[in-house]
């Protein structure tokens, strides 16, 4: 397939490169210096049939797009707030794909109506108000109605109302791994810095703050079902992204300052396994692994990087798992705190 659109792609860039030469000699003979070159009907009737065959080929494409890549698109969302994130998100993908649906035929169709001909002369035509009115009003309404609606639910997704405390969970960020320290039965994080970073204190908690004692580190990201959580980002070198696709949270870490996100999870790992598209994608991807000699693959939620923040970016993963409060309670009475660490 790769091989192919490379194919594609190549043909199209020769096809735009000769009509590119083929609109200099137009634009000469306008300018009377090359009598050489005549356009006539013909010329003007295939350039115009190749618009109709373009509109063909972009409009069969873009089905061929949409019918290959809608099962590659994410599951349904795994946080509270992720249905909202999604409506909005179809909303503005079915008003960019109701003017696409529009406009792109309107262009395509009046370059083939109004192509040259012999006998056909340009209609001068005077600036219309109400055409102007229309097609700059339309727009300018939809997309207000698009940004107040973005607004009011970045708003809503930010500022959530909370029916108990949300737990408290550092996301720290480095070159090119990710750790979570969890704020303890305290739920309150101790002081740390990096400037503090040293021996097994990879993430430069201070061992003095009366707070850090049972703070939790661990190197997997463990999460209550329907628990709110509030995760504070940090950094220790560059810009990163945290990226938790399936919950529909993304927040820049970023060094010298701090950034949060709370959102509440609804759907565990084991939940999520079980859900009939889940399972179809991961035999649709084990098919491919095992094409190419790989061991199987089982679905986990994941953190994300989505900076690129060095060379090896596309590796820094934490794996996030979604589960019961009791058995997230019991995994957590297994894990050392910070005293116990040192």
């Excluded at 997704?157 to 320290?181: D, H």
């Excluded at 996030?320 to 995994?331: K, Q, T």
Aim: aromatic fraction near 10%; proline fraction near 4%.
């Amino acid at each position: 397939m790769e091989t192919l659109l490379v194919i594609v792609v190549a043909l199209l860039a020769v096809a735009a490169l000769t009509q590119a030469v083929r609109i200099f000699e137009i634009s000469s003979q306008i300018k009377g210096t090359d009598t050489d070159v005549k356009v006539d009907d013909r010329d003007n009737n295939t350039q115009g049939w190749l618009m109709i065959l373009f509109l063909v080929f972009f409009f069969g494409a873009f089905a061929w797009m949409v019918n290959e890549y809608m099962d590659v698109t994410l599951p349904v969302a795994a946080s509270e707030h992720g249905a909202d994130i999604d409506n909005l998100w179809d909303i503005s993908m079915g008003v960019i794909l109701a003017a696409f649906l529009v406009t792109q035929p309107l262009l395509f169709g009046f370059a083939f109506m109004f192509r040259g001909r012999k006998n056909r002369k340009a209609t001068y035509m005077e600036h219309n108000n109400r055409l102007e009115l229309f097609w700059t009003g339309v727009p300018a309404v939809v997309l207000a109605g698009l940004i107040l609606y973005g607004l009011t639910t970045w708003s809503n997704v930010m500022n959530p109302e909370n029916t108990e405390e949300p737990m408290v969970v550092e996301i720290y960020a480095k070159q090119f791994g990710w750790q979570a320290r969890y704020a303890g039965s305290d739920n309150e994080l101790g002081y740390a810095n990096v400037r503090l970073i040293e021996g097994v204190n990879t993430l430069g908690v201070d061992p003095s703050d009366e707070h850090s004692a049972n703070d939790i580190i661990t190197n997997e990201l463990h999460l209550p079902k329907d628990r709110p959580v509030i995760l504070k980002f940090r950094s220790q070198d560059v810009i990163h992204s945290a990226y938790l696709p399936h919950f529909r949270v993304q927040m820049n870490c970023v060094p010298g300052t701090r950034t949060q996100f709370q959102f509440t999870p609804t759907i565990t790992t084991a939940e999520m396994r079980s859900k009939p598209e889940m399972i179809k994608k991961v035999k649709r991807v084990n098919a491919l692994r095992a094409e190419r000699g790989e061991d199987p693959w089982e679905f986990d939620y994941v953190l994300l990087c989505n900076k690129i923040c060095g060379a090896a970016h596309y590796n820094m993963q934490l794996k996030v798992v979604v589960e019961e409060e009791g058995a997230f309670n019991d995994w957590m009475k297994q894990q050392q705190t910070f005293a116990e660490m040192l």
